[in-house]
């Protein structure tokens, strides 16, 4: 099992901005497809953004313009970069890590709040 820490959530503005972050226990991650996740009050948990190990990115329609998915895999980290935030991107992040079959690890989840 992989550990993942998430950091950078809180209280922010409509319009305002926030970076997670989310940092892996093993170098596993530099092979690993990540995932930003999001769950709200009485929601099912939603995909927000993927990035696969060549890069490429996948973002659900609500957040594409706004939000930024990104790796740095020196540092076995992934970023979400939330800009334009919006009342209804208040949720609770996750950040996952899946590699085959073998991992699929979640982290602790990181509150964002988005006051009008």
């Known amino acids: 099992q992989v550990q993942l820490v998430e950091s950078g959530g809180g209280l922010v503005q409509a319009g305002g901005s926030l970076r997670l972050s989310c940092a892996a226990s093993?170098?596993?991650?530099?092979?690993?497809?990540m995932g930003w996740y999001r769950q709200a009050p009485g929601k099912q948990r939603e995909l927000v953004a993927a990035?696969?190990?060549?890069?490429?990115?996948n973002y659900v329609d609500s957040v594409k313009g706004r939000f930024t998915i990104s790796r740095d895999n020196a540092k076995n980290t992934v970023y979400l970069q939330m800009n334009s935030l919006k009342p209804e991107d208040t949720a609770v992040y996750y950040c996952?890590?899946?590699?085959?079959?073998?991992?699929?690890?979640w982290g602790q989840g990181t509150q964002v709040t988005v006051s009008s």
């Open positions: 990035i696969t190990l060549p890069g490429s990115t």
């Open positions: 093993a170098s596993i991650f530099q092979i690993s497809t």
């Open positions: 996952n890590l899946k590699y085959a079959d073998v991992y699929d690890d």
